[in-house]
């Protein structure tokens, strides 16, 4: 059966075949890597604050280049909406757990309540902030 599947694929003709994503895939692909960004940015963040307050070594001189290249890299990718968003979330609302926070529709003032980067990216596709692409 393996045999004559490869077979299959190897005679078609890949110049007149045209392969295209599902945009389902491509949503969850987007979602997964907006996630990963969050939680990887608060991981050296976290990272950050303990070498600090266990060593006494401040090592914010040293990052602050980093962290200015990675900044950039967000709001090309995603926009000044939602870099504001992510910024907000990661240096702010995850360092306080036991607080509510909330993302507001600048146009209606609804507010949607967020504690995890799921809920953050869901209000972010909700309120149509994310760049086109």
Known sequence: MREQIKKALI???LENLNVEESKKSRE???KKFFIKTINTLISIQERTDKVFTQYGLNLIMYEDL???IIEDLV????G???AEVIFWY???VQAKDNEDSFIEDEKTKKRYKVKTPTQVYNVCKKLKIFNKS
């Open 11 to 13: 005679s078609i003709d």
């Open 90 to 92: 990661v240096n702010g």
């Open 75 to 78: 709001y090309e990718h995603y």
């Open 28 to 30: 969850s692909k987007h």
């Open 80 to 82: 000044d909406k939602v």
């Open 66 to 68: 980093y962290f200015t």
